[in-house]
Nanobody, 121 residues
Framework: QVQLVESGGGLVQAGGSLRLSCAAS????????MGWYRQAPGKQRELVAA???????NYADSVKGRFTISRDNAKNTVYLQMNSLKPEDTAVYYC???????????????WGQGTLVTVSS
C-alpha cells in the first residue's frame, strides 16, 4: 500500500553537506509522523530526526544545530538537510513513516530501504 523511496546519500568530506529526500507513494493511506533513522556498522539503529504533519520537530542531541528536517505534505515527502558533517555521521540512513490505512483504518509503519552516507576525515 505504501512505499518509501530515499535518495541523496553519497560520499562527502568532513564539514560538507548533503540533503536526503524520502517520498511516500501508494494508495489508500495518510501519513502522520515522518522521520529519519541511521545505523552504523556494529551499532543499533537510532532516531536522527522526526517531524509531524503539523510542523513540530525533534532531533537527536548529536545532530542538533547541524541537521534540519522538513516536509512537503502535498507531496508526502520528507527532507533531511545535513550540514557540518562529521565522520561519526557515517551510517545507512533510513526513512520511516507512520501511516493510516484507508482500507482497515489501522496504523502501518513503513521503512525505506536505506541510503548510505559516508563522511571522510
Amino acid at each position: 500500500q505504501v512505499q518509501l523511496v530515499e535518495s541523496g546519500g553519497g560520499l562527502v568530506q568532513a564539514g560538507g553537506s548533503l540533503r536526503l529526500s524520502c517520498a511516500a507513494s501508494g494508495t489508500s493511506f495518510s501519513v502522520n509522523v515522518m522521520g529519519w533513522y541511521r545505523q552504523a556498522p556494529g551499532k543499533q539503529r537510532e532516531l536522527v530526526a522526526a517531524i509531524s504533519s503539523g510542523g513540530p520537530t525533534n532531533y537527536a542531541d548529536s545532530v542538533k544545530g547541524r541537521f534540519t528536517i522538513s516536509r512537503d505534505n502535498a507531496k508526502n515527502t520528507v527532507y533531511l538537510q545535513m550540514n557540518s558533517l562529521k565522520p561519526e555521521d557515517t551510517a545507512v540512513y533510513y526513512c520511516h513513516a507512520n501511516t493510516i490505512s484507508h482500507t482497515t483504518y489501522r496504523y502501518l509503519e513503513v521503512w525505506g530501504q536505506g541510503t548510505l552516507v559516508t563522511v571522510s576525515s
